[in-house]
């Protein structure tokens, strides 16, 4: 089985694309953002990115059990130890930490401890371990979802070359206009600039890995789910006309809303539409200048008309 992972700046739709992939009888999509990151991550992008959505590093003086623990994966740690302070708490989630510990120590002594073999022990752990997993049977890929992944899309594919990526990305008006509904928002020139550096980032790995490197416009999602996962489902070679494809879910559940999974509630073409027309003209106007040209590359020149 191979990794799927999906990565996306803030507020650019990943939650929604990472949702829309749930139930497809031919995946095993991660419940929660995989957040497959370790605090030794220590790089170019460590003041930028938190290093929980960050490609791992690990110890290499350490052993199966302290590369499970140094994973941040906080949000299916906090589910499963301490659900009652989880965001996701009344969602029915079966899996003990401990015992998906066990199973990762067990599959990273079979499979041999290295990066790219402890992130497949981790996702095989957590699917073996996952007890009311609704499955099919047929599932031939583990999909993950972590924000801002894309900085290390390269890294990612070079070390795991059946592996592939998938880059998801929104209009640069609503995206900022939603991040500032966010408690402690990043600046306008701040998000911005983190939003341009994942359009490069992306953009580099897919002029180098173009049959694995996939970008998909959150925009194209919300109008036509079935036509946006086209080109990736062949890729994958699985079936594209499969109808959990065309809507939201979370282990197969339909969902009315992408709450609490990510901060777009709605996702449809009027509703983002309407995130960016909660922006000012001069506001508008100044991301239009930051994010240039990926405007024009990204196919969003009208997008304002």
């Not at 052993?63 to 499970?68: E, K, N, T, V």
């Not at 994958?236 to 494809?245: K, M, N, P």
């Not at 999974?261 to 239009?288: F, H, I, K, M, Y």
């Amino acid at each position: 089985m191979a990794l799927v992972m999906l990565g996306a700046m803030y507020e650019n739709g990943g939650n929604t694309t990472h949702r829309h992939l749930d139930g497809h009888p031919e995946l095993f999509v991660y419940p929660f953002e995989s957040q497959i990151g370790t605090r030794l991550v220590n790089d170019q992008f460590s003041a930028m990115f938190p290093n929980k959505y960050r490609w791992p590093v690990f110890d290499l003086a350490s052993d199966p059990a302290a590369d499970f623990r140094s994973i941040i994966d906080e949000e299916a740690k906090i589910r499963s130890r301490t659900p009652f302070v989880s965001k996701f708490r009344e969602w029915s989630f079966d899996m003990s930490d401990v015992e998906r510990s066990e199973r990762f120590q067990q599959l990273v002594r079979s499979r041999g401890r290295s990066r790219p073999g402890n992130v497949l022990s981790f996702f095989e752990a957590t699917f073996d371990c996952w007890k009311d997993l609704r499955r099919s049977g047929r599932e031939r890929f583990w999909v993950g979802y972590s924000p801002v992944l894309v900085v290390d899309a390269e890294l990612i594919l070079a070390e795991l070359p059946d592996a592939h990526f998938v880059h998801v990305v929104r209009n640069p008006w609503s995206a900022y206009a939603e991040t500032r509904r966010r408690p402690l928002p990043l600046s306008r020139s701040t998000y911005v600039a983190q939003w341009v550096i994942n359009q490069q980032m992306a953009a580099s790995a897919r002029a180098r890995f173009p049959d694995r490197m996939h970008i998909i416009r959150f925009e194209d999602v919300v109008r036509d789910p079935a036509s946006a996962f086209g080109d990736l489902c062949g890729a994958l070679g699985i079936d594209e006309h499969d109808r959990s494809l065309t809507r939201p879910s979370w282990n197969g559940l339909p969902l009315d809303e992408i709450y609490p999974w990510g901060t777009v509630r709605t996702p449809t073409p009027q509703a983002n539409r309407a995130t960016a027309d909660e922006l000012d003209p001069g506001e508008r106007a100044e991301v239009s200048r930051l994010a240039a040209p990926w405007i024009d590359m990204l196919g969003y020149t009208n997008f304002l008309d």
